[in-house]
């Protein structure tokens, strides 16, 4: 597989059972390649959710309905009609509260992508690790990357900290002591750099966690139970 795009400077290749994965360092959208079953990438929409887009080659199933079927770490399932559009292009959304994957897509009888639970693509999106002290994003879309923090303390005093974000797209340590705090800040907004334009953010979405940052404790909510991540 070829890739043009001349404005993206490091590009990784590697594979995982049967996939050919493009992860674009730092980069806002990741892209996998199916070498049976088409393209879909991840990528973030306006408000920092994770979205899955599948762009399929067939023309007969352009501006047809297909029937895209999601499970999530218990089974649930959840079967969607959702539209492809006119250049094959099927855009996926979270169809639940709680992290979901995208397991089967049929255009009727025809199968156009199947995969078992653990290796199918999955909403992953922000979530806490209390056992390390850091964030962890979906790595497919930032990794190797700095974000930017957003913390409120109870008066309504704000401050900004840029952060380190690893290959495996967990971030640094954070704590009261490594965040260099003076008092209690609470985590509210949460942007990744698409370049080295200070104001050229990403949002990320923090709606699935409630993060306060406290001289001696870290409290935090997780708002939905997350599954397992795929990226780990």
Not at 107 to 116: E, I, M, P, R
Not at 142 to 159: F, M
Not at 201 to 215: C, D, H, R, V
């Amino acid at each position: 597989m070829k890739t043009n795009n001349k404005k993206r400077s490091k590009i990784i290749l590697f594979t995982v059972v049967g996939l050919v994965t493009l992860s674009v360092v730092g980069a806002t959208v990741g892209i996998i390649y199916n070498r049976n079953q088409g393209n879909y990438k991840y990528t973030y929409d306006k408000d920092g959710e994770v979205k899955i887009i599948f762009n399929f080659q067939n023309p007969k199933v352009f501006n047809k309905k297909v029937i895209v079927k999601f499970e999530n770490k218990d089974k649930s399932k959840k079967n969607k009609l959702i539209l492809v559009d006119g250049k094959g292009q099927l855009e996926l959304e979270n169809p639940g509260s709680s992290n979901w994957a995208v397991v089967q897509i049929n255009a009727g009888v025809t199968k156009l992508f199947n995969a078992d639970f653990q290796q199918a693509p999955k909403f992953d999106n922000l979530r806490w690790n209390p056992s390390t002290s850091k964030l962890e994003f979906n790595r497919f879309l930032t990794s190797n990357t700095k974000v930017k923090l957003i913390l409120e303390a109870t008066d309504g005093s704000r401050i900004e900290k840029d952060i380190n974000v690893d290959k495996y797209g967990s971030s640094e340590i954070l704590n009261y002591k490594s965040l260099q705090l003076d008092k209690s800040y609470k985590l509210v907004e949460l942007y990744q750099y698409k370049s080295s334009k200070k104001d050229d953010l990403q949002t990320i979405s923090i709606a699935n966690i409630n993060l306060t940052f406290s001289e001696n404790s870290i409290d935090f909510i997780e708002k939905n139970q997350l599954i397992d991540s795929l990226f780990l």
